[in-house]
């Protein structure tokens, strides 16, 4: 018996240990004199993968940065990791990075279930995280302490596209279809926003299962409803299986699309054509755009990541990166948690290649506005409405 | 706008009926459900979109390139993975199609990448013809109907009228007696594995044409290829046909009055046939005596 009680003891300790490391006893700091290490988790492998290049972007503002000698001599580490589109894997390599190799702040992010799963384990370990790249209303109501949302709801997307499509383009008619999730409900709140508040309504709503690749019945009933536009917020096979289906049925409404099929390189081509004059909403400058800042993100990208193609998603990550290097910027020599919070909670009117950026210590959603994009010939972006602001938010009231 | 759903179920239907039938060719010969299926069509879709881009050959040679490699592939996988299983059983066989299906996945997305990719057939689907009353059928449609038509007028000549057939038929029934009949059962599985590639890979060609191709498209049209197949019974090949347009029908009709509802008309139809008929509504059943 009394050689038990050690016995016991020892498993006691050693689970306690194992619990406290879980609870970020041990996490190590995520800078030192000579570099800040900041990373990204994303689905570079998998079927998800062409979103990975979202966590790849913030390496090419990281490299331009050092290349100017870093940031009051400290230089910035980008490290990325495969989740595959698998919370449960987010889990295990954001652990891994925080503790193992030390990180100060992550950035970009896409996957919405991939970042609730370890939204918690960040603020418990004090970790900033900066641009999410997705829109979840959860992540910024009410205000997490470290996160910082830079993309705009997709409600307030939705009825910013809608007042386009009402009062610019003069169609009255409007059929929406919608992935029936958070996502696409979401889009659909915001279009249903916009038409009560002009005393109108969908002709038609549709849900759609991400997964279904016959969709000939959705477009038939958007047919028979006289939807003569019909606004998506669906991912890219789905909005590309539409037109296609729509096409062999001569259905030819105006097809506008959240900023999520924005890509429109990608899009004209994997739609064979199809994509020219769709119309969607954007976060960002378009990335075959002439603007100063863009050339510049372009230049480097081909010096720094020759192999990526500068699409929308490549772009972006630089862009959910831009507020994190500003703030790094702002705080100089003496960085700390708390001296990066602070800047990232006075941010005004801060704007890179996204969005204006307004943060306070009561409001961790950045933006509130978008672009209104057409795809041209050949998937030339055509910049058609500037950044336009919802009017019509709830969260700013 | 029901004829237009009738065409537009009846089309969609027919290719998973020939997907199905892929299907049931191995459960035919095997009683083996082969979960790889979907990813054996996408890998050959994705030789012939190689052959077309990379190579810049044109649609035909690609096609017939694709149709070589998925035999092959079905005859690799078959000699390869299933044979060297030991004393295997079903289950073992069916968990071993599951490993099968996660490495040609990965393969594809290690070779060819996630993000989608565009595969155009010569049958367009913006080609469109007007039948009556502004009813439309397009190119993609008219050349699934006779792909399917063909088919069951071969399946069901080869199973009766061939030597081969007749052989796959009762290594199915009986693989013992088969034996001591002559048959070499190894080369039958063999030529189930590479003509149900084959059959697969041109269904996958055609889905791929109607949406888009990467590595996880073909994950869906194989539960509703599956659908169709228990619907029509996995020892038929006319009830996997009349399976597959049935559920194509279902589906169209479901997706236009409930949308919400259409995703789970296909499970809904696995479930119902497996407590109320097992055996499908076109097979016969073997009771097997010891």
Same mark, same amino acid.
């Given at each position: 018996m009394k050689g038990r009680v050690p016995l016991l003891l020892g498993v006691v300790l050693g689970m306690a240990l194992i619990l406290s490391a879980g609870m970020g006893f041990c996490v190590p700091p995520g800078f030192d004199d000579k570099e800040i290490r900041i990373a990204s988790w994303g &689905?570079?492998? +998998?079927? %998800? %993968? &062409?979103? +990975?290049a979202v966590s790849r972007g913030p390496a090419v503002l990281a490299a331009m940065v050092n290349e100017q000698g870093g940031i009051s001599g400290r230089k910035i580490r980008h490290i990325v990791r495969d989740d595959m589109y698998n919370p449960a894997q987010t889990k295990v390599v954001v652990k891994e990075l925080v503790e193992k190799e030390g990180i100060f702040a992550f950035v970009s992010g896409p996957s919405s279930a991939g970042g609730l799963a370890v939204k918690d384990y960040l603020a418990q370990n004090k970790i900033i995280w900066v641009g999410p790249a997705t829109s979840v209303k959860e992540y910024v109501?009410?205000?997490?302490?470290y996160l910082f949302s830079v993309y705009p709801l997709y409600e307030d997307e939705g009825s910013v596209l809608a007042k386009y499509v009402v009062e610019k383009l003069g169609i009255k008619e409007i059929g929406v279809v919608y992935q029936n999730d958070t996502y696409g409900r979401n889009g659909l709140d915001g279009v249903r926003q916009r038409l009560n508040h002009l005393k109108m309504k969908p002709v038609v709503e549709i849900p759609v299962e991400a997964t279904e690749k016959d969709l000939s019945s959705h477009v038939l009933k958007l047919k028979s409803a006289g939807a003569k536009a019909v606004l998506m917020w669906v991912n890219p096979t789905t909005g590309v299986v539409l037109l296609k289906t729509a096409a062999t049925v001569g259905y030819k409404p105006q097809w506008v699309s959240s900023n999520t099929l924005s890509d429109f390189a990608l899009m004209n081509k994997i739609s064979g054509g199809l994509w020219e004059g769709v119309i969607t909403g954007a976060f960002m400058l378009p990335p075959d755009s002439d603007d100063p800042r863009v050339v510049k993100y372009r230049e480097a990208a081909k010096k720094y990541a020759p192999e990526e193609r500068f699409g929308v998603f490549f772009m972006a990550g630089m862009m959910f990166a831009e507020p994190l290097i500003e703030a790094f910027k702002r705080v100089g020599k003496n960085l700390s948690t708390d001296a990066v919070l602070k800047a990232l909670n006075s941010m005004k009117g801060f704007q890179g290649v996204g969005p204006k950026l307004t943060w306070s210590p009561h409001q961790h959603q950045g933006s509130d506005s978008i672009q209104i994009w057409k795809c041209g010939p050949g998937g030339k972006t055509i910049l058609i409405q500037d950044w336009t602001v919802n009017d019509l938010a709830h969260w700013k009231k | 706008m029901y004829g237009q759903l009738i065409i537009e179920g009846l089309s969609i239907g027919a290719c998973y009926a020939v997907f199905g039938i892929a299907v049931v060719i191995i459960y035919k010969t095997s009683e083996v459900i082969n979960f790889a299926q979907g990813e054996m069509a996408m890998i050959s879709t994705f030789v012939a979109y190689h052959i077309l881009n990379v190579y810049g050959w044109p649609f035909w040679y690609a096609f017939i390139g694709a149709c070589v490699f998925a035999v092959l592939l079905g005859l690799f996988i078959e000699v390869c993975f299933l044979r060297p299983a030991k004393n295997p059983s079903v289950l073992g066989l069916i968990v071993i199609t599951l490993g099968a299906e996660m490495l040609l996945m990965g393969l594809a997305g290690w070779k060819w990448g996630g993000e989608q990719k565009d595969f155009s057939l010569?049958?367009?689907?913006h080609k469109t013809h007007e039948l009556m009353g502004g009813l439309v059928i397009n190119d993609w449609s008219i050349a699934v109907f006779v792909m399917a038509a063909v088919l069951m007028i071969f399946l069901f000549v080869f199973f009766r009228y061939t030597k081969l057939g007749v052989a796959m038929r009762a290594t199915q029934q009986n693989e013992h007696a088969a034996r001591i009949m002559g048959i070499k059962v190894e080369r039958v599985f063999s030529f189930a594995w590479g003509f149900s590639s084959l059959i697969g890979a041109l269904a996958g060609m055609f889905f791929a044409a109607r949406s888009t191709l990467d590595p996880a498209y073909m994950m869906e049209p194989f539960l509703r290829a599956f659908a169709a197949a228990v619907l029509g019974g996995l020892m038929s090949i006319p009830g996997v046909v009349i399976g597959g347009g049935i559920l194509g029908l279902l589906e169209n009709f479901f997706g236009f009055y409930w949308p919400a509802w259409k995703p789970i008309v296909a499970f809904l139809v696995i479930v119902l046939v497996l407590c109320i008929r097992p055996s499908g509504l076109f097979a016969r059943h073997y009771e097997k005596k010891v």
């Open positions: &689905p570079l492998t +998998g079927p %998800a %993968a &062409p979103w +990975g109501f009410p205000p997490q302490p | 010569p049958f367009s689907f």
